[in-house]
């Protein structure tokens, strides 16, 4: 009987210790599951970011697609309008030469009046200078004149005292 207690038991014991690795397993397992739910979740908002970025940027492109369409059916109406006419290009190219021929004699002109004017303001500040140095030149004289006639005095005074 106690043989059999003895096998009971440990038959016993070893079903805990399965039953702990099992609980322990399931553990592990829900922490995996959780993660790999969380990581799910995220993944599922990421997609749904990115499914309304793409939805912007089509209605984007087909936004700028058209626009481009319309700008080129504007564009080839003008050229076929161009092409149904006779160009004469050396008529053009006179045309163009003569406006910047125009063009350079008028801004030549213009540098040149421009040019005079300074000239003449600089020929005016020159002249107003050169009064303003004579005046400052006669004052200068007017008091060494001054001065000498001071030093005489002095010395007269100094004669006269001495």
Do not use: P, W
């Not at 099992?22 to 749904?48: C, G, H, R, S």
């Not at 004579?134 to 005074?157: D, P, T």
């Amino acid at each position: 009987m106690r043989d059999l207690v003895e096998d009971f038991k440990k038959r016993y014991e070893m079903e805990i210790n399965r039953r702990t690795a099992a609980e322990n397993e399931f553990v592990l397992l829900k922490k995996d599951a959780d993660a790999a739910y969380t990581i799910k979740v995220e993944l599922q908002a990421k997609v749904e970011s990115l499914d309304k970025e793409i939805k912007y940027l089509k209605c984007l492109y087909e936004a700028e697609t058209a626009q481009i369409q319309t700008h080129a059916s504007e564009t080839s109406v003008i050229l076929s309008m161009n092409n149904n006419r006779d160009l004469n290009l050396d008529s053009i190219i006179d045309e163009v030469r003569i406006q910047y021929e125009d063009i350079a004699l008028k801004s030549k002109s213009d540098a040149e009046s421009l040019y005079q004017s300074k000239i003449q303001e600089l020929q005016l500040a020159a002249s107003r200078h050169g009064d303003d140095l004579k005046h400052i030149k006669n004052e200068i004289s007017e008091l060494n004149r001054l001065i000498q006639r001071l030093r005489s005095e002095i010395g007269n005074v100094k004669k006269q005292v001495g």
